[in-house]
């Protein structure tokens, strides 16, 4: 969190009021709760609010002085990433070309899952997009829920 400067971070919140609608979950907050989600691996709204729990006086440094409740987290439209399992069942709806400005993407697919619990659980598109980890010289494959 040491490489995000608050002060440039605030700025840019006041500038695209982003907070002018929050419902007591400020941009900050999400992002820390965001960032925590993507470090500890969790995969549901209850692993970031168990998580978060367990973490909470350790968090006051950065901001976070209460825990977020799971309705609140899920009121956020949180977006998620995570990483697809090698088991599961898909129907491909779209797929998307990448330009030259984000060559590390290798390549952006727009999904359905097709398993008959999979798609009772979550029957709205996903996208699985393909990148190029050049720090690690790897290529990882990621799932989220964000079709933008």
Known sequence: MSLIDRGIF?????????DKLSKGIFTWTHL?????????????IRDIHTGL??????????????????SSISCLNVFFVTR?????VIKIVAQYLTDKKH???LND??????????SQNYP????????????????????????N
């Open 84 to 88: 697809l399992q090698s088991n599961a």
């Open 10 to 18: 605030s700025k840019v919140v006041r500038q695209h009021s982003s």
């Open 103 to 105: 060559e590390h993407i």
């Open 32 to 44: 820390v709760s965001m960032i925590f989600m993507h470090m500890s691996g969790s995969q549901s």
């Open 53 to 70: 729990l367990s973490a909470t006086g350790k968090l006051s440094h950065l901001g976070i002085t209460k825990t977020l409740s799971k």
């Open 124 to 147: 709205k598109e996903l996208c699985i997009v393909k990148v190029y980890d050049k720090l690690n010289n790897q290529e990882i494959i990621l799932l989220t829920n964000n079709a």
């Open 109 to 118: 697919v727009e999904i359905k899952l097709t398993d008959f619990y999979s």
